[in-house]
């Protein structure tokens, strides 16, 4: 009766965490917050980090802050540090500012096969573009390691 009821808390217990593993990996955008607005997964090939190309570009001085955390969350999520260079065509990471979105806060955060695009209506917009993608790195921790952003 004992190596019943051992077995039987046993398989509970691996039946529950199972659920708990499938369901964390259905959805990386559950760890983003706060929520977004709006969330587009487009059909693309994924970014890979090259280090031919390990660079940002950042449109504004006023991005520093930005830009340290980006160097920062690279360095830590994917492993790489990435230097700045003056023209967004070197660069696999671009931070922009855009005054045309709607309101201070807004941002968009672009991933396809040529790099990853940070565009706010603001430059704090734009730093909490960069605290999507930390959160968005964290959620796909084995890919970011391999240099790879789905």
């Known amino acids: 009766m004992k190596y ?8 509970l217990f691996a039946q529950s965490a199972f659920a708990v593993g499938e369901a964390a990996s259905t959805s990386r955008m559950s760890a983003l917050l706060p929520q977004p607005n709006t969330v587009k997964e487009l059909p693309s090939a994924p970014f890979r980090l ?4 390990c660079a940002l ?5 006023g991005l520093s802050p930005a830009v340290r955390y980006l160097q920062r969350v690279v360095k830590h999520r994917m492993g790489r540090d990435l230097a700045v260079v003056d023209s967004p065509e070197k660069a696999s ?6 005054g045309s979105l709607q309101e201070n806060g807004h941002y968009r955060l672009q991933v396809d096969r040529k790099g990853v695009c940070l565009t706010g209506a ?3 917009a734009v ?4 605290a999507t993608l ?4 964290m959620g796909s921790s084995a890919d970011a390691l391999s240099g790879r952003i789905p």
């Not at 730093?127 to 960069?130: M, N, R, T």
């Open 4 to 11: 019943f009821l051992l077995s039987l808390v046993c398989m």
């Open 50 to 53: 090259r280090e031919s190309r």
């Open 57 to 61: 570009y950042a449109s504004t001085d």
């Open 93 to 98: 990471f671009r931070l922009l500012v855009d």
């Open 122 to 124: 603001s430059e704090a």
């Open 127 to 130: 730093y909490y573009a960069v």
């Open 134 to 137: 930390d959160q968005w790195l």
